[in-house]
């Protein structure tokens, strides 16, 4: 079987094969120990699709309702209201951290263990509105091939995303082979209590970390202690992240994925007014990023 058979060839496919084939040649100069090959990817639009809206914000619409179907009164509450209504001009004045505010108050008071369980079974029942299949297959297929390769070259693979670490850590294991402790994301603060004689974590209504932009780096200090040699991401959301692996000594390599593909998924500039990537991708030549193309570099974008 070909290496990355889902990446056609091209300039962005031959970097990721150049790239891990002189790191992990012992006789070479860019040598790398297995110990020191970090991958850093993130999620919402690296691995998986984020539009028409990231799937963590789909969860919470479906969250609210539950919670107003015992208490009707949220219904005309902000911004619980603006949410049931998709009014994406209030929503959009909260910005992506008041939202995540948002998420992680529609799920306090309950235990770390009670809110996987009702993650797992959203998974396995919600379907993206466009693509009528659940959002774990909307998964791109070239990424897990590239995932896989990496672990196979002795690589350890994190996710450091943006979005609730809780809700990635109840699939990114089936999704993409990373284990719930290599997830790094945003984060609500948790509580240690005793329920009898039984110690839980409980999920309080306060943030603890929004993980994006520069917090990506100080998230990966903290948590991998160790940086990237290599780092995927998708928007200037990511920027850091990709400038902060490129930063170090010997070979990096740092890649940005370019939604320019209307067809198969979604062309960001042409769709968007303001691109998520607007920063990233003009200064991508600039900052040393291996832009990869969805339209001419992957084929398919989605598993099967």
């Known amino acids: 079987m070909s290496v990355l058979p889902s990446w056609n060839d091209g300039p962005a496919r031959s970097a990721i094969l150049d790239f891990v084939t002189r790191i992990a040649d012992e006789e070479g100069p860019d040598y790398v120990a297995p110990s020191e090959r970090i991958a850093t990817f993130d999620n919402d639009g690296t691995l998986w699709c984020e539009q028409p809206m990231q799937p963590q914000f789909f969860f919470l619409i479906d969250r609210v309702r539950q919670l107003a179907e015992k208490d009707p009164a949220i219904r005309e509450r902000q911004p619980f209201k603006a949410l049931l209504e ?10 992506k951290q008041g939202l995540m505010e948002l998420a992680f108050a529609t799920h306090a008071g309950m235990t770390e ?4 369980e ?12 466009r693509y ?8 791109y297929q070239p990424q897990v091939e590239l995932l896989d390769f990496l672990r196979g070259n002795l690589f350890t693979t994190f996710i450091v995303s943006g979005a609730s670490i809780d809700l990635i850590r109840a699939f990114a294991e089936d999704a993409y082979g990373i ?3 290599k997830v790094i994301g945003s984060s609500a603060r948790l509580r240690y209590e005793l329920q009898g004689d039984h110690a839980v974590l409980m999920k309080a209504a306060e943030l603890n970390s929004f993980d994006d932009r520069e917090v990506k780096p100080v998230n990966i200090g903290l ?15 990511d920027l850091a992240m990709l400038r902060y692996t490129k930063s170090g000594r010997g070979q990096r390599l740092a890649l940005l994925i370019h939604h320019d593909d209307g067809e198969r998924e979604v062309a ?21 990023i291996t832009v990869v193309s969805m339209k001419r570099d992957w084929n398919p974008v989605f598993g099967g």
């Open 86 to 95: 998709h009014d994406h001009a209030t929503l959009h004045q909260l910005g």
């Open 223 to 237: 948590h991998i202690g160790r940086r990237p040699i290599l780092a995927f991401g998708n928007s200037d959301g």
């Open 132 to 139: 009528d299949r659940l959002f774990t297959q909307c998964i």
């Open 179 to 181: 284990q719930r402790h």
């Open 268 to 288: 960001y500039d042409r769709e968007f007014r303001l691109s998520p990537l607007a920063e990233a991708l003009d200064k991508a030549t600039d900052y040393g």
């Open 113 to 116: 263990e009670a809110f996987d």
């Open 118 to 129: 009702i993650a797992v079974a959203w998974l396995a029942s919600a379907k993206h509105p």
